[in-house]
Each structure stands twice: as structure tokens, then as C-alpha cells.
């Protein structure tokens, strides 16, 4: 897929969309840039309108960014935090991400959830809120409708995280590293995390971000099996995305090497710019009469899943003695 030079403008605008859902992230961290760029994206198609010219710039941001993003992910992967969190501290973020996200899908499905839309917001909830979206709508076909508003449900449901857990681990009296775990396993975007924890305290945010790291680390294996299940071949090679291969390589690569900070947050950063950009590009392909047409169940088993997921994390935080 190439991008025509008559499209650049049109591309320029995405680019344009994004600084802002940045700009917007820098004055509230607590609202994702990934989520605002789809946001952006919306109203932009919905209001003022996407030509028919510009078709060919949306496609190719919404699959070769977002393909490119999620390869650059492999920056986010860090196996020394992975080790960091300790035995009992890996065997509850496993038991968490994988309950959670066959639980949210399970539950979703038995509400007559579309399969694409169910899987989406298990991936969201289970490990790392609209990154895991995008990562996984990279590796099945899918609706952009449901991508939308699987982003719009985690970024919801984390938003309510960072005014709702503080107040709630203060009454429950939890030391401020148990906090720090809970909101680990429970918040879904980084950013959210950071600005949960760090209300508690510095050490509820060191322990928050070594908790939600180690979820991250699920990732792999989760973008791995999706991938080889949605593959019509038996081969996992053969059916495995070039793309996803390069997440993996570029996660070996990068904890292998001992580079520098610096190029480590580059990675970082690049990879949520151009997520941010697939995000966008995905926004512009969805009408509200789409959105509207899913009715407000999808909301209400986000919300649901959101209550039931952020206590059975504290379940799981407590009884391992974290």
C-alpha cells in the first residue's frame, strides 16, 4: 500500500489530529493520546466530513502506521521489570490477565457481543487499555465501529480508575505498595496508572508501574496466539503476520542490547505516535449511526467488567501478599 503524493495533505491533517490529541495529553495525562486521536477522528468525519480523495491517507494510517506501532511496542516489553515483580507478583498478574480476559470475552459474548467486539475489550481490560486494542485489531479482521468503541469503553472505564481506587485503598486502609500493585493490575492505560499511583504516593507508584509492566510483558503471548488462531493455516509460522514477528524480534532486541534510556523512550514514543495515527485513521472510517446501532449494551458490560475486574485484581493482589 503506497500513499499517493496527492494524499500527503490529507496525511498532514491525521498528523495535525494527533499533535493535538498530544497537546491535549500533556495538559491532562490522564487522558490517553491513543484514545483522543480516535476521538479526533470521529468528530473530524462526522462533522466536518472525509473526502472521498483523502480514503487512500485514513487506509493507509489506520493498517501500515498502526502496523508499525505495534512493532515498535517491542520497546514497551521490559523483562528486568518482569523479573523485578517476583514470583508471587508474576503468578497474580497471570492469573489476572488471563482470567480477565477470558472472563470479559466470555461475559461479552453471553450478552450477544460480537466476537471482534468481545475479544477487543478482553485485550483492553486484561492488559494495557487501547495499546492492546490496537495491537489486536491488527491481528484479525475486525469492525473499526467495534475498535471505537472498545477504545472509548477502557478509556472510560479508566478515567473513573484514577477519581474512584485512591479514595477506595485509602478505606480499605492498604498500605501504599498493596495500592500501588492493585492499581497496577487494574487500570488499564499506562498513563491512567501513573496518574492513579500518583496520588497514593512515590512508593504506590513504584510499585504500580512494575505491577503494569509485567501486564504489558502478556502482550506477547496474547498478540502471539490471536494471531496464530485467526490464521487459516496450521503453521504457526505461516500464519503469523509479518508485523507481530517484528514485535517479537524487536522486544528480543531491545532487552538483549543494553541501549541507552534515551533510545529506549524513543521507541517508546515513536510507537504511540504511530498507534496514535492507525487510531485516527481507523476514526474517520466510522459514522455515529454505527456507534449508535451497537445500543448501549457494549457500555454497560464495559462498566460492568470494570467493577467486577478491579476487584477480583484486589482478590488476587491480597491473597498473594503483594
Request: with cysteine.
Amino acid at each position: 500500500m503506497k500513499l499517493s503524493l496527492n494524499n500527503i495533505r490529507y496525511f498532514s491533517i491525521i498528523a495535525l489530529g494527533v499533535a493535538i490529541a498530544y497537546a491535549i495529553n500533556k495538559v491532562e495525562g490522564a487522558i490517553s493520546p491513543l484514545f483522543m486521536s480516535m476521538v479526533l477522528g470521529l468528530i473530524l468525519t462526522n462533522t466536518i466530513g472525509w473526502s472521498a480523495e483523502g480514503k487512500e491517507a485514513a487506509t493507509f494510517a489506520a493498517k501500515r502506521c498502526l502496523r508499525i506501532g505495534v512493532v515498535l511496542l517491542g520497546f514497551q516489553i521490559a523483562i528486568d521489570k518482569f523479573i523485578a515483580v517476583g514470583a508471587r507478583g508474576l503468578l497474580a498478574v497471570i492469573v489476572i490477565v488471563i482470567s480477565v480476559f477470558l472472563g470479559v470475552r466470555a461475559v461479552a459474548r453471553k450478552f450477544g457481543l460480537s466476537d471482534s467486539l468481545a475479544t477487543l475489550l478482553g485485550g483492553g481490560f486484561a492488559i494495557c487499555g487501547a495499546t492492546a486494542i490496537a495491537a489486536i485489531s491488527s491481528t484479525r479482521k475486525v469492525e473499526e465501529r467495534d475498535v471505537s468503541y472498545a477504545v472509548a469503553i477502557v478509556a472510560l472505564c479508566g478515567t473513573l480508575s484514577v477519581f474512584v481506587i485512591p479514595p477506595l485503598a485509602s478505606l480499605f486502609n492498604l498500605d501504599h505498595a498493596t495500592a500501588g500493585a492493585w492499581i497496577g493490575a487494574a487500570v488499564h492505560d499506562v498513563g491512567q496508572v501513573i496518574a492513579t499511583a500518583s496520588l497514593m504516593g512515590p512508593a504506590a507508584l513504584d510499585s504500580a508501574v512494575i505491577v503494569k509492566l509485567t501486564r504489558v510483558v502478556m502482550l506477547v503471548p496474547l498478540v502471539l496466539t490471536l494471531s496464530y488462531r485467526s490464521g487459516e493455516k496450521k503453521s504457526l509460522r505461516s500464519s503469523m503476520p509479518t508485523f507481530v514477528l517484528g514485535f517479537v524480534l524487536c522486544a528480543i532486541i531491545v532487552n538483549a542490547l543494553n541501549l541507552p534510556t534515551s533510545v529506549i523512550n524513543s521507541g517508546k514514543e515513536l510507537s504511540k505516535i504511530f498507534l496514535s495515527l492507525g487510531l485516527f485513521g481507523m476514526g474517520l472510517g466510522v459514522k455515529w449511526n454505527q456507534i449508535r446501532a451497537l445500543g448501549s449494551r457494549p457500555l454497560l458490560v464495559g462498566l460492568g467488567a470494570w467493577v467486577v475486574c478491579a476487584t477480583f485484581a484486589l482478590g488476587v493482589i491480597r491473597a498473594v501478599g503483594l
